[in-house]
Protein backbone atom coordinates (compact mmCIF):
# COMPACT_ATOMS: atom_id res chain seq x y z
CA UNK A 1 0.00 0.00 0.00
CA UNK A 2 1.58 3.47 -1.33
CA UNK A 3 -0.54 6.04 0.43
CA UNK A 4 -2.33 6.55 3.91
CA UNK A 5 -5.75 4.77 3.92
CA UNK A 6 -8.99 7.01 3.21
CA UNK A 7 -10.88 4.87 5.62
CA UNK A 8 -10.24 1.70 7.90
CA UNK A 9 -12.88 -0.43 6.52
CA UNK A 10 -14.82 -0.26 3.46
CA UNK A 11 -17.99 -2.27 2.66
CA UNK A 12 -19.49 -3.05 0.14
CA UNK A 13 -23.88 -3.25 0.57
CA UNK A 14 -26.29 -2.13 3.21
CA UNK A 15 -27.71 -5.13 3.86
CA UNK A 16 -27.87 -7.02 6.66
CA UNK A 17 -24.61 -8.48 6.54
CA UNK A 18 -22.58 -5.61 5.50
CA UNK A 19 -24.84 -3.54 8.16
CA UNK A 20 -23.50 -6.34 11.00
CA UNK A 21 -19.97 -5.55 10.13
CA UNK A 22 -20.13 -1.76 10.52
CA UNK A 23 -22.19 -2.22 13.61
CA UNK A 24 -19.61 -4.27 15.21
CA UNK A 25 -16.88 -2.50 14.05
CA UNK A 26 -18.57 0.87 15.43
CA UNK A 27 -19.11 -0.52 18.84
CA UNK A 28 -15.84 -2.06 18.86
CA UNK A 29 -13.29 0.93 17.10
CA UNK A 30 -15.91 3.96 18.01
CA UNK A 31 -12.57 6.09 16.27
CA UNK A 32 -12.99 4.31 13.09
CA UNK A 33 -13.47 5.17 9.51
CA UNK A 34 -16.00 3.29 8.02
CA UNK A 35 -17.61 4.03 4.79
CA UNK A 36 -20.41 1.88 3.35
CA UNK A 37 -21.05 1.97 -0.58
CA UNK A 38 -24.55 1.18 -1.73
CA UNK A 39 -25.61 1.16 -5.06
CA UNK A 40 -28.77 1.49 -4.55
CA UNK A 41 -30.82 4.52 -3.77
CA UNK A 42 -31.67 5.93 0.26
CA UNK A 43 -35.26 5.79 0.94
CA UNK A 44 -38.46 6.87 2.52
CA UNK A 45 -38.05 7.09 6.43
CA UNK A 46 -35.16 6.53 8.61
CA UNK A 47 -31.87 5.22 7.40
CA UNK A 48 -32.79 0.93 7.00
CA UNK A 49 -36.08 1.06 8.45
CA UNK A 50 -38.33 -2.04 7.39
CA UNK A 51 -40.78 -1.08 4.40
CA UNK A 52 -43.32 -2.50 6.45
CA UNK A 53 -43.13 -0.48 9.41
CA UNK A 54 -43.61 2.91 6.80
CA UNK A 55 -47.46 4.39 5.95
CA UNK A 56 -48.75 2.99 3.02
CA UNK A 57 -47.78 5.49 0.43
CA UNK A 58 -44.03 5.84 2.11
CA UNK A 59 -43.88 1.74 1.23
CA UNK A 60 -44.88 1.82 -1.82
CA UNK A 61 -42.56 4.58 -2.70
CA UNK A 62 -40.01 2.84 -1.17
CA UNK A 63 -40.39 -0.43 -2.79
CA UNK A 64 -40.55 1.34 -6.60
CA UNK A 65 -37.35 2.63 -5.66
CA UNK A 66 -35.42 -0.81 -4.99
CA UNK A 67 -35.90 -1.98 -7.82
CA UNK A 68 -32.84 -1.24 -9.71
CA UNK A 69 -33.16 -1.51 -13.42
CA UNK A 70 -37.31 -1.97 -12.65
CA UNK A 71 -37.27 1.35 -10.50
CA UNK A 72 -40.59 3.05 -10.42
CA UNK A 73 -42.70 0.26 -12.27
CA UNK A 74 -45.62 -0.99 -9.82
CA UNK A 75 -46.72 -4.16 -8.67
CA UNK A 76 -48.92 -5.77 -6.59
CA UNK A 77 -48.31 -5.87 -3.45
CA UNK A 78 -48.10 -9.88 -1.25
CA UNK A 79 -50.70 -10.05 1.32
CA UNK A 80 -52.55 -7.01 0.14
CA UNK A 81 -52.91 -8.46 -3.26
CA UNK A 82 -53.93 -11.75 -1.80
CA UNK A 83 -56.17 -9.99 0.59
CA UNK A 84 -58.32 -8.66 -2.55
CA UNK A 85 -58.23 -11.60 -4.56
CA UNK A 86 -55.35 -11.67 -6.32
CA UNK A 87 -54.19 -14.63 -7.80
CA UNK A 88 -51.78 -16.19 -4.49
CA UNK A 89 -49.92 -18.53 -7.09
CA UNK A 90 -48.63 -15.36 -8.94
CA UNK A 91 -47.12 -13.49 -5.92
CA UNK A 92 -45.14 -16.83 -4.97
CA UNK A 93 -43.92 -18.87 -7.93
CA UNK A 94 -43.45 -16.86 -10.70
CA UNK A 95 -43.45 -12.95 -10.00
CA UNK A 96 -41.05 -10.51 -8.56
CA UNK A 97 -42.17 -9.46 -5.01
CA UNK A 98 -42.65 -5.81 -4.49
CA UNK A 99 -39.46 -3.94 -4.32
CA UNK A 100 -37.36 -6.71 -6.53
CA UNK A 101 -36.23 -7.07 -9.70
CA UNK A 102 -35.14 -10.50 -11.74
CA UNK A 103 -31.95 -11.42 -12.68
CA UNK A 104 -32.92 -13.04 -15.30
CA UNK A 105 -36.42 -14.39 -15.87
CA UNK A 106 -36.21 -16.10 -19.02
CA UNK A 107 -32.62 -18.12 -18.64
CA UNK A 108 -31.11 -20.05 -21.32
CA UNK A 109 -30.74 -23.43 -20.02
CA UNK A 110 -28.93 -26.11 -21.27
CA UNK A 111 -29.88 -29.55 -21.34
CA UNK A 112 -31.50 -31.14 -17.65
CA UNK A 113 -31.10 -27.56 -16.39
CA UNK A 114 -33.64 -26.02 -14.82
CA UNK A 115 -32.00 -22.50 -14.02
CA UNK A 116 -33.17 -19.92 -11.42
CA UNK A 117 -35.94 -17.87 -13.70
CA UNK A 118 -37.41 -16.21 -10.34
CA UNK A 119 -34.33 -15.06 -8.80
CA UNK A 120 -34.37 -11.49 -7.78
CA UNK A 121 -32.40 -8.68 -5.76
CA UNK A 122 -33.39 -5.49 -4.08
CA UNK A 123 -30.38 -2.35 -4.64
CA UNK A 124 -31.11 0.63 -2.23
CA UNK A 125 -30.31 1.29 1.51
CA UNK A 126 -31.25 -2.24 3.73
CA UNK A 127 -30.80 -4.37 0.43
CA UNK A 128 -33.52 -6.90 0.88
CA UNK A 129 -33.28 -6.27 4.81
CA UNK A 130 -36.09 -4.02 4.61
CA UNK A 131 -38.38 -5.79 2.50
CA UNK A 132 -37.85 -9.67 4.48
CA UNK A 133 -40.40 -11.30 6.27
CA UNK A 134 -38.04 -11.80 9.47
CA UNK A 135 -38.49 -15.57 9.84
CA UNK A 136 -35.35 -16.45 11.91
CA UNK A 137 -35.02 -20.27 12.71
CA UNK A 138 -31.70 -21.99 14.16
CA UNK A 139 -29.88 -23.99 11.81
CA UNK A 140 -29.72 -27.43 13.04
CA UNK A 141 -28.10 -30.67 12.47
CA UNK A 142 -26.22 -30.60 8.97
CA UNK A 143 -27.40 -27.65 8.28
CA UNK A 144 -24.93 -25.67 11.45
CA UNK A 145 -21.36 -24.80 9.97
CA UNK A 146 -19.40 -27.35 10.56
CA UNK A 147 -16.31 -24.78 10.54
CA UNK A 148 -16.79 -23.53 13.85
CA UNK A 149 -17.73 -24.85 17.30
CA UNK A 150 -20.57 -26.07 18.22
CA UNK A 151 -20.15 -23.22 21.16
CA UNK A 152 -19.05 -20.54 19.00
CA UNK A 153 -21.38 -20.82 16.61
CA UNK A 154 -24.36 -20.54 19.15
CA UNK A 155 -22.60 -17.19 21.00
CA UNK A 156 -22.59 -16.21 17.10
CA UNK A 157 -26.31 -17.20 16.99
CA UNK A 158 -27.14 -15.47 20.13
CA UNK A 159 -25.80 -12.05 18.99
CA UNK A 160 -27.25 -12.37 15.84
CA UNK A 161 -30.87 -13.16 17.38
CA UNK A 162 -30.01 -9.74 19.58
CA UNK A 163 -28.75 -7.20 16.40
CA UNK A 164 -31.89 -8.04 14.69
CA UNK A 165 -34.52 -8.14 17.51
CA UNK A 166 -35.78 -12.04 17.27
CA UNK A 167 -39.01 -12.32 18.91
CA UNK A 168 -40.80 -15.91 19.61
CA UNK A 169 -43.84 -15.57 18.50
CA UNK A 170 -46.82 -17.89 19.23
CA UNK A 171 -48.34 -19.38 21.99
CA UNK A 172 -50.59 -22.23 22.71
CA UNK A 173 -53.77 -20.16 22.81
CA UNK A 174 -55.66 -19.39 19.90
CA UNK A 175 -55.60 -19.96 16.55
CA UNK A 176 -52.12 -20.30 16.76
CA UNK A 177 -51.80 -22.63 19.50
CA UNK A 178 -54.44 -25.02 18.07
CA UNK A 179 -52.54 -25.11 14.59
CA UNK A 180 -49.31 -26.13 16.29
CA UNK A 181 -50.83 -28.77 18.43
CA UNK A 182 -52.04 -30.26 15.15
CA UNK A 183 -49.22 -30.33 13.71
CA UNK A 184 -47.58 -31.28 16.56
CA UNK A 185 -49.32 -34.48 16.62
CA UNK A 186 -48.26 -35.57 13.56
CA UNK A 187 -45.06 -34.10 12.50
CA UNK A 188 -43.20 -34.68 15.89
CA UNK A 189 -41.90 -38.38 16.84
CA UNK A 190 -38.41 -40.13 17.31
CA UNK A 191 -35.61 -38.34 16.28
CA UNK A 192 -37.76 -35.66 15.04
CA UNK A 193 -37.77 -32.24 16.91
CA UNK A 194 -40.75 -30.25 18.23
CA UNK A 195 -43.03 -28.18 16.79
CA UNK A 196 -42.83 -25.11 17.79
CA UNK A 197 -43.39 -21.42 16.39
CA UNK A 198 -40.81 -19.28 14.17
CA UNK A 199 -39.23 -16.81 15.86
CA UNK A 200 -39.03 -13.32 13.67
CA UNK A 201 -37.59 -10.00 13.56
CA UNK A 202 -40.35 -8.38 14.59
CA UNK A 203 -41.05 -6.37 18.02
CA UNK A 204 -44.14 -5.37 19.84
CA UNK A 205 -44.13 -1.67 20.15
CA UNK A 206 -47.46 -1.10 22.53
CA UNK A 207 -50.15 -2.56 20.67
CA UNK A 208 -47.87 -2.19 17.28
CA UNK A 209 -45.87 -4.47 15.53
CA UNK A 210 -42.62 -3.18 14.24
CA UNK A 211 -40.61 -5.25 11.78
CA UNK A 212 -36.97 -5.58 11.72
CA UNK A 213 -33.57 -5.65 10.03
CA UNK A 214 -30.99 -3.34 8.44
CA UNK A 215 -32.19 -0.61 10.24
CA UNK A 216 -32.40 -2.10 13.58
CA UNK A 217 -28.63 -3.58 13.12
CA UNK A 218 -27.43 -0.53 12.32
CA UNK A 219 -28.74 1.27 15.17
CA UNK A 220 -27.29 4.78 15.44
CA UNK A 221 -24.24 4.43 14.40
CA UNK A 222 -23.99 7.60 13.13
CA UNK A 223 -24.05 9.18 16.07
CA UNK A 224 -22.37 6.11 18.15
CA UNK A 225 -19.07 5.77 15.46
CA UNK A 226 -19.09 9.53 13.79
CA UNK A 227 -16.81 7.91 11.44
CA UNK A 228 -19.06 5.74 10.00
CA UNK A 229 -20.68 7.14 6.47
CA UNK A 230 -23.38 5.10 4.51
CA UNK A 231 -22.72 6.64 0.67
CA UNK A 232 -26.04 5.31 -1.56
CA UNK A 233 -25.94 5.35 -5.46
CA UNK A 234 -22.32 4.06 -5.06
CA UNK A 235 -21.34 1.11 -7.28
CA UNK A 236 -18.22 -0.61 -5.97
CA UNK A 237 -17.03 -1.69 -9.55
CA UNK A 238 -13.76 -3.55 -8.31
CA UNK A 239 -11.90 -4.45 -5.33
CA UNK A 240 -8.34 -3.43 -5.95
CA UNK A 241 -5.90 -5.75 -4.73
CA UNK A 242 -1.97 -4.81 -4.96
CA UNK A 243 0.26 -7.77 -4.77
CA UNK A 244 -2.20 -9.89 -3.01
CA UNK A 245 -3.32 -7.52 -0.64
CA UNK A 246 -6.77 -5.85 -0.73
CA UNK A 247 -5.96 -2.48 -0.63
CA UNK A 248 -9.37 -0.40 -1.56
CA UNK A 249 -11.87 -0.43 -4.17
CA UNK A 250 -13.27 1.79 -7.59
CA UNK A 251 -16.19 3.57 -6.70
CA UNK A 252 -18.60 4.72 -9.45
CA UNK A 253 -21.04 7.41 -8.16
CA UNK A 254 -24.18 6.48 -10.06
CA UNK A 255 -25.79 9.98 -10.13
CA UNK A 256 -22.64 12.23 -11.68
CA UNK A 257 -20.96 8.64 -13.46
CA UNK A 258 -17.70 10.05 -10.94
CA UNK A 259 -15.09 7.00 -10.31
CA UNK A 260 -12.76 7.33 -7.34
CA UNK A 261 -10.63 4.90 -5.90
CA UNK A 262 -11.16 5.06 -2.19
CA UNK A 263 -8.33 3.33 -0.50
CA UNK A 264 -9.02 1.47 2.87
CA UNK A 265 -7.24 -1.10 5.22
CA UNK A 266 -10.16 -3.58 4.80
CA UNK A 267 -12.25 -4.37 1.90
CA UNK A 268 -15.68 -5.95 2.99
CA UNK A 269 -17.92 -7.24 0.33
CA UNK A 270 -21.38 -8.30 1.47
CA UNK A 271 -22.73 -7.64 -2.25
CA UNK A 272 -25.68 -10.47 -1.69
CA UNK A 273 -25.71 -13.70 -2.80
CA UNK A 274 -25.00 -13.33 -6.73
CA UNK A 275 -23.09 -9.97 -6.42
CA UNK A 276 -20.75 -10.84 -4.46
CA UNK A 277 -19.51 -13.29 -6.45
CA UNK A 278 -19.34 -10.65 -9.24
CA UNK A 279 -17.90 -7.78 -7.92
CA UNK A 280 -14.87 -10.48 -7.12
CA UNK A 281 -15.06 -11.63 -10.64
CA UNK A 282 -14.69 -7.98 -11.70
CA UNK A 283 -12.09 -7.84 -9.27
CA UNK A 284 -10.05 -10.49 -10.62
CA UNK A 285 -9.96 -12.63 -7.68
CA UNK A 286 -11.26 -15.89 -8.71
CA UNK A 287 -10.79 -18.73 -6.51
CA UNK A 288 -11.53 -22.32 -8.21
CA UNK A 289 -14.58 -22.09 -5.92
CA UNK A 290 -16.32 -19.09 -6.27
CA UNK A 291 -20.08 -18.58 -7.72
CA UNK A 292 -20.15 -22.65 -7.58
CA UNK A 293 -22.31 -24.83 -5.11
CA UNK A 294 -25.28 -22.21 -5.73
CA UNK A 295 -28.13 -23.48 -3.69
CA UNK A 296 -31.65 -22.37 -3.50
CA UNK A 297 -34.11 -23.92 -1.25
CA UNK A 298 -36.83 -26.20 -2.98
CA UNK A 299 -39.98 -24.33 -1.95
CA UNK A 300 -43.75 -25.41 -2.27
CA UNK A 301 -46.07 -22.60 -0.53
CA UNK A 302 -50.00 -23.64 -0.44
CA UNK A 303 -53.12 -22.15 0.23
CA UNK A 304 -55.57 -23.67 2.52
CA UNK A 305 -59.48 -22.98 3.47
CA UNK A 306 -59.27 -23.49 6.94
CA UNK A 307 -61.45 -25.65 8.93
CA UNK A 308 -63.85 -24.05 11.86
CA UNK A 309 -61.26 -25.12 14.97
CA UNK A 310 -58.56 -22.90 13.34
CA UNK A 311 -60.78 -19.62 12.58
CA UNK A 312 -61.75 -16.83 14.90
CA UNK A 313 -58.27 -15.60 17.02
CA UNK A 314 -59.94 -12.77 18.87
CA UNK A 315 -59.84 -14.48 22.28
CA UNK A 316 -56.07 -14.81 22.45
CA UNK A 317 -55.43 -11.48 20.93
CA UNK A 318 -51.86 -10.68 20.09
CA UNK A 319 -50.19 -12.53 22.26
CA UNK A 320 -51.66 -15.65 20.38
CA UNK A 321 -50.29 -14.51 17.21
CA UNK A 322 -47.91 -17.40 15.67
CA UNK A 323 -46.63 -19.06 12.62
CA UNK A 324 -45.93 -22.99 12.95
CA UNK A 325 -42.47 -24.05 12.80
CA UNK A 326 -42.13 -27.40 11.94
CA UNK A 327 -37.95 -27.30 12.17
CA UNK A 328 -35.64 -29.15 9.49
CA UNK A 329 -33.85 -32.42 10.93
CA UNK A 330 -31.39 -34.91 9.02
CA UNK A 331 -34.46 -37.29 9.34
CA UNK A 332 -36.78 -35.00 7.37
CA UNK A 333 -34.34 -32.52 5.83
CA UNK A 334 -37.40 -30.39 5.03
CA UNK A 335 -38.96 -26.97 7.23
CA UNK A 336 -42.42 -26.83 7.59
CA UNK A 337 -44.58 -23.92 8.36
CA UNK A 338 -48.41 -23.64 8.67
CA UNK A 339 -50.35 -20.34 9.67
CA UNK A 340 -53.28 -18.65 9.27
CA UNK A 341 -51.94 -15.47 7.49
CA UNK A 342 -55.06 -13.72 9.66
CA UNK A 343 -53.46 -14.50 12.95
CA UNK A 344 -49.94 -14.51 12.45
CA UNK A 345 -47.27 -11.46 12.71
CA UNK A 346 -48.03 -11.29 8.81
CA UNK A 347 -51.56 -10.18 9.20
CA UNK A 348 -51.17 -8.31 11.93
CA UNK A 349 -48.92 -6.29 10.12
CA UNK A 350 -50.77 -5.79 7.03
CA UNK A 351 -53.44 -4.14 9.31
CA UNK A 352 -56.33 -6.81 9.99
CA UNK A 353 -57.77 -6.85 6.07
CA UNK A 354 -56.78 -10.59 5.58
CA UNK A 355 -59.60 -13.57 5.32
CA UNK A 356 -59.31 -15.19 9.05
CA UNK A 357 -60.13 -18.29 6.73
CA UNK A 358 -56.59 -17.93 4.44
CA UNK A 359 -53.94 -20.74 5.57
CA UNK A 360 -50.77 -21.10 4.18
CA UNK A 361 -48.78 -24.35 4.23
CA UNK A 362 -44.96 -23.58 2.89
CA UNK A 363 -41.75 -26.49 2.54
CA UNK A 364 -38.84 -25.84 2.19
CA UNK A 365 -36.13 -28.56 1.14
CA UNK A 366 -32.68 -28.71 1.38
CA UNK A 367 -30.67 -28.85 -2.26
CA UNK A 368 -28.37 -31.40 -3.06
CA UNK A 369 -25.17 -29.34 -3.77
CA UNK A 370 -23.23 -30.09 -6.85
CA UNK A 371 -20.55 -28.06 -7.97
CA UNK A 372 -22.13 -27.59 -11.14
CA UNK A 373 -24.67 -25.33 -9.51
CA UNK A 374 -23.38 -21.86 -10.28
CA UNK A 375 -23.51 -18.42 -11.19
CA UNK A 376 -21.06 -17.69 -14.05
CA UNK A 377 -20.09 -14.15 -15.13
CA UNK A 378 -19.07 -12.93 -19.05
CA UNK A 379 -15.59 -11.44 -19.58
CA UNK A 380 -17.53 -9.79 -22.59
CA UNK A 381 -21.27 -8.34 -21.92
CA UNK A 382 -22.69 -6.25 -18.68
CA UNK A 383 -25.59 -5.83 -16.96
CA UNK A 384 -27.81 -2.80 -16.12
CA UNK A 385 -25.12 -1.74 -13.71
CA UNK A 386 -22.08 -1.95 -15.94
CA UNK A 387 -21.00 -5.00 -14.27
CA UNK A 388 -19.96 -8.35 -15.71
CA UNK A 389 -23.31 -10.44 -16.94
CA UNK A 390 -24.44 -13.27 -14.55
CA UNK A 391 -25.88 -16.45 -16.18
CA UNK A 392 -27.30 -19.68 -13.49
CA UNK A 393 -26.45 -23.11 -14.55
CA UNK A 394 -28.88 -24.97 -12.04
CA UNK A 395 -30.06 -28.89 -11.96
CA UNK A 396 -32.42 -30.81 -9.97
CA UNK A 397 -30.37 -34.25 -9.22
CA UNK A 398 -32.23 -37.61 -8.39
CA UNK A 399 -32.37 -36.57 -4.84
CA UNK A 400 -33.79 -33.27 -5.26
CA UNK A 401 -36.66 -35.02 -7.37
CA UNK A 402 -37.19 -37.25 -4.28
CA UNK A 403 -37.28 -34.17 -2.06
CA UNK A 404 -39.76 -32.44 -4.05
CA UNK A 405 -41.99 -35.49 -3.65
CA UNK A 406 -41.37 -35.62 -0.85
CA UNK A 407 -42.49 -31.62 -0.39
CA UNK A 408 -45.72 -32.38 -1.99
CA UNK A 409 -46.74 -34.90 0.28
CA UNK A 410 -45.88 -33.22 3.16
CA UNK A 411 -48.05 -30.15 1.62
CA UNK A 412 -50.92 -32.39 1.43
CA UNK A 413 -50.93 -34.02 4.81
CA UNK A 414 -50.39 -30.45 6.53
CA UNK A 415 -53.55 -29.23 4.59
CA UNK A 416 -55.95 -32.00 5.31
CA UNK A 417 -55.02 -31.90 9.16
CA UNK A 418 -56.05 -28.03 9.07
CA UNK A 419 -58.41 -27.33 5.96
CA UNK A 420 -59.05 -27.95 2.35
CA UNK A 421 -56.27 -27.36 -0.26
CA UNK A 422 -57.01 -24.35 -2.66
CA UNK A 423 -54.67 -25.55 -4.84
CA UNK A 424 -52.59 -28.43 -5.99
CA UNK A 425 -49.13 -28.51 -4.20
CA UNK A 426 -46.31 -26.82 -6.98
CA UNK A 427 -42.79 -26.38 -6.50
CA UNK A 428 -42.19 -22.64 -7.19
CA UNK A 429 -39.84 -21.78 -9.52
CA UNK A 430 -36.78 -21.85 -9.10
CA UNK A 431 -35.16 -18.83 -7.10
CA UNK A 432 -38.27 -17.51 -5.58
CA UNK A 433 -36.91 -18.48 -2.40
CA UNK A 434 -34.58 -15.51 -2.77
CA UNK A 435 -31.92 -17.66 -0.24
CA UNK A 436 -29.18 -17.80 -2.59
CA UNK A 437 -26.48 -19.43 -0.49
CA UNK A 438 -22.81 -21.05 -1.65
CA UNK A 439 -21.66 -18.78 -3.74
CA UNK A 440 -18.72 -17.64 -1.98
CA UNK A 441 -18.78 -20.46 0.54
CA UNK A 442 -16.32 -21.06 3.69
CA UNK A 443 -14.49 -23.91 4.39
CA UNK A 444 -11.54 -24.86 6.68
CA UNK A 445 -8.58 -25.15 4.54
CA UNK A 446 -8.28 -23.72 1.37
CA UNK A 447 -9.16 -26.91 -0.72
CA UNK A 448 -10.44 -25.78 -3.89
CA UNK A 449 -13.97 -26.69 -2.37
CA UNK A 450 -14.31 -23.26 -0.87
CA UNK A 451 -13.71 -19.41 -1.41
CA UNK A 452 -13.28 -17.75 2.14
CA UNK A 453 -12.24 -18.87 5.50
CA UNK A 454 -14.05 -19.52 8.79
CA UNK A 455 -14.23 -16.04 9.58
CA UNK A 456 -15.26 -15.17 6.29
CA UNK A 457 -11.75 -14.08 4.66
CA UNK A 458 -11.52 -14.47 1.06
CA UNK A 459 -8.14 -17.22 0.64
CA UNK A 460 -5.21 -16.20 -1.02
CA UNK A 461 -5.67 -12.07 -0.16
CA UNK A 462 -5.26 -10.17 2.60
CA UNK A 463 -7.57 -7.96 4.14
CA UNK A 464 -10.67 -8.85 1.84
CA UNK A 465 -13.60 -10.41 3.61
CA UNK A 466 -17.27 -11.46 2.22
CA UNK A 467 -20.63 -11.89 3.90
CA UNK A 468 -24.05 -13.00 3.48
CA UNK A 469 -26.18 -15.82 2.33
CA UNK A 470 -23.34 -16.63 0.00
CA UNK A 471 -20.59 -17.95 2.85
CA UNK A 472 -23.02 -20.57 4.03
CA UNK A 473 -21.72 -24.14 2.81
CA UNK A 474 -24.15 -26.11 4.19
CA UNK A 475 -27.76 -27.47 2.36
CA UNK A 476 -30.21 -26.34 4.47
CA UNK A 477 -34.02 -25.32 4.76
CA UNK A 478 -34.31 -23.20 7.19
CA UNK A 479 -33.92 -18.63 6.32
CA UNK A 480 -30.38 -18.61 5.80
CA UNK A 481 -30.65 -14.69 7.56
CA UNK A 482 -29.49 -15.39 10.88
CA UNK A 483 -27.03 -17.82 9.75
CA UNK A 484 -25.51 -15.21 7.99
CA UNK A 485 -25.35 -12.14 10.75
CA UNK A 486 -23.77 -14.56 12.83
CA UNK A 487 -21.25 -15.16 10.44
CA UNK A 488 -20.50 -11.80 9.94
CA UNK A 489 -20.51 -10.87 13.29
CA UNK A 490 -17.93 -13.56 13.96
CA UNK A 491 -16.13 -12.07 10.87
CA UNK A 492 -16.04 -8.40 11.93
CA UNK A 493 -14.93 -9.01 15.40
CA UNK A 494 -11.64 -10.19 13.69
CA UNK A 495 -11.32 -7.16 11.61
CA UNK A 496 -12.21 -5.13 15.39
CA UNK A 497 -9.37 -6.92 16.89
CA UNK A 498 -7.25 -6.28 14.32
CA UNK A 499 -7.77 -2.71 14.62
CA UNK A 500 -7.30 -2.59 18.16
CA UNK A 501 -10.58 -3.16 19.19
CA UNK A 502 -12.11 -5.72 22.15
CA UNK A 503 -11.10 -8.87 20.83
CA UNK A 504 -14.16 -11.42 20.47
CA UNK A 505 -16.00 -12.06 23.28
C1 LIG B 1 -39.82 -10.46 0.63
C2 LIG B 1 -38.63 -11.11 1.28
C3 LIG B 1 -38.81 -11.98 2.34
C4 LIG B 1 -37.71 -12.57 2.95
N1 LIG B 1 -37.92 -13.32 4.06
C5 LIG B 1 -36.86 -13.84 4.72
C6 LIG B 1 -37.06 -14.54 5.94
O1 LIG B 1 -38.18 -14.66 6.44
N2 LIG B 1 -35.96 -15.04 6.57
C7 LIG B 1 -34.72 -14.91 6.04
O2 LIG B 1 -33.76 -15.42 6.63
N3 LIG B 1 -34.50 -14.23 4.89
C8 LIG B 1 -35.54 -13.69 4.23
N4 LIG B 1 -35.33 -12.96 3.09
C9 LIG B 1 -33.95 -12.85 2.58
C10 LIG B 1 -33.16 -11.78 3.34
O3 LIG B 1 -33.70 -10.52 3.11
C11 LIG B 1 -31.72 -11.87 2.88
O4 LIG B 1 -31.22 -13.13 3.33
C12 LIG B 1 -30.82 -10.78 3.46
O5 LIG B 1 -31.29 -9.50 3.15
C13 LIG B 1 -29.40 -10.96 2.90
O6 LIG B 1 -28.59 -9.93 3.40
P1 LIG B 1 -27.32 -9.41 2.60
O7 LIG B 1 -26.79 -8.25 3.34
O8 LIG B 1 -26.40 -10.54 2.36
O9 LIG B 1 -27.85 -9.01 1.15
P2 LIG B 1 -28.90 -7.90 0.70
O10 LIG B 1 -29.86 -7.63 1.79
O11 LIG B 1 -29.43 -8.36 -0.59
O12 LIG B 1 -28.01 -6.59 0.50
C14 LIG B 1 -27.00 -6.51 -0.47
C15 LIG B 1 -26.84 -5.05 -0.90
O13 LIG B 1 -25.65 -4.94 -1.70
C16 LIG B 1 -25.88 -3.97 -2.70
N5 LIG B 1 -24.92 -4.16 -3.80
C17 LIG B 1 -24.86 -5.20 -4.67
N6 LIG B 1 -23.83 -5.04 -5.52
C18 LIG B 1 -23.21 -3.88 -5.17
C19 LIG B 1 -22.07 -3.20 -5.66
N7 LIG B 1 -21.33 -3.69 -6.66
N8 LIG B 1 -21.74 -2.00 -5.09
C20 LIG B 1 -22.46 -1.49 -4.06
N9 LIG B 1 -23.55 -2.13 -3.55
C21 LIG B 1 -23.91 -3.31 -4.09
C22 LIG B 1 -27.32 -4.23 -3.12
O14 LIG B 1 -27.86 -3.10 -3.76
C23 LIG B 1 -27.98 -4.55 -1.77
O15 LIG B 1 -28.55 -3.39 -1.21
C24 LIG B 1 -36.39 -12.34 2.46
C25 LIG B 1 -36.21 -11.45 1.39
C26 LIG B 1 -37.31 -10.84 0.81
C27 LIG B 1 -37.09 -9.86 -0.32
New binding site residues.
Given amino acids: MTATPDVDVLI???????ATYARTIGDAVPGARILM????PRLPGRRGEHTHNLPRAERRAAELLTQGPDAGIERATALAGIAEGADPSMEFRQVV?P??FFVDPRPVLADGEVGLPAAS????VG???V??????PRPRQSERVPCIATGELDAALDHAEALLGVTAFGSDQGVAGALRKRMAEAFEGPGLPPVGFMPIAARWDGAELRFSGTGAILGDLEETAPGFELRAE???RRVVVEDGVATGAELEDRRTGEVSVVRARHVVV????L?TPQ?LFASGVRPPALGRYLNDHLQMVSFVRLDDAFVGGEAAGIEGLGYVLIPFSDDRPIQGGVMSIANSPYGFGAGGRIDDRLGVVSWYGAKDLQRSDAVEFSETETDHYG?PRMSIRYSHTARDLETIEAMRGLSHRSAELVGTLAEEPALAAGGAS??YQGTVRMGATDDGRSVCDPDLKVWGVRNLYV???GVIPTATAS????T?VALAWRAATRIAAELGGDPRP
Fill in positions: VGSGPAGAEVGLGLMASGGMGHWAGGCTLACADGRVMLHGGNNPTLT
